[in-house]
């Protein structure tokens, strides 16, 4: 018997919300809120290089913990999507649901790595 295999094509559009980025500006100076803003994103880089490790590796507790960690750097930036994909991911890590776990795993290394693609690229991806 043949089973239907389902194709997903992914339509997030990763964004900075421009109120965070704003916010951030106006309470800190532009220099000081960009500096933020790359470091931040220069620690989520090398946080999903530890997801992919600790995925791979079947290692889901320091996954949890990984993915945990860049749920506030996220916010704090201005990447609520990025912030909720990962709460999505600890829940299916939580669940332990493979399936889910990986599908939603991936849609949060897109999202984050389309977001860091689009800021070093300098595009502009406020609402």
């Known amino acids: ?3 239907k295999i389902s194709v997903l094509h992914p339509r997030d559009t990763a964004y900075f919300d421009e109120d965070t980025l704003t916010g951030l500006s106006r309470d800190l ?3 000081v809120a960009e500096n933020i803003l790359c470091r931040a994103l220069e620690d989520i880089a090398l946080r999903f290089v530890q997801i992919r490790t600790d ?8 996954l949890r913990k990984s993915v945990h960690a860049v749920i506030p ?6 990447l609520p999507g990025l912030s909720q ?3 999505d991911v600890l829940i299916c890590v939580d669940q332990a649901d493979p ?5 939603t795993l991936c849609r949060f290394l897109r999202w ?3 977001a860091m693609s689009c800021a070093d690229m ?6």
Do not use: F
Request: charged content about 10%; proline content about 3%; cysteine-free.
């Open 55 to 62: 995925y791979t590796s079947g290692n889901h507790q320091a």
């Open 85 to 87: 994909i990962g709460r």
């Open 112 to 114: 984050g790595e389309t």
């Open 73 to 78: 750097i996220a916010a704090q930036i201005g």
């Open 29 to 31: 100076g532009p220099s």
């Open 122 to 127: 300098g595009l502009d991806l406020s609402l």
């Open 1 to 3: 018997m043949m089973q």
């Open 99 to 103: 399936v889910a776990l990986a599908a």
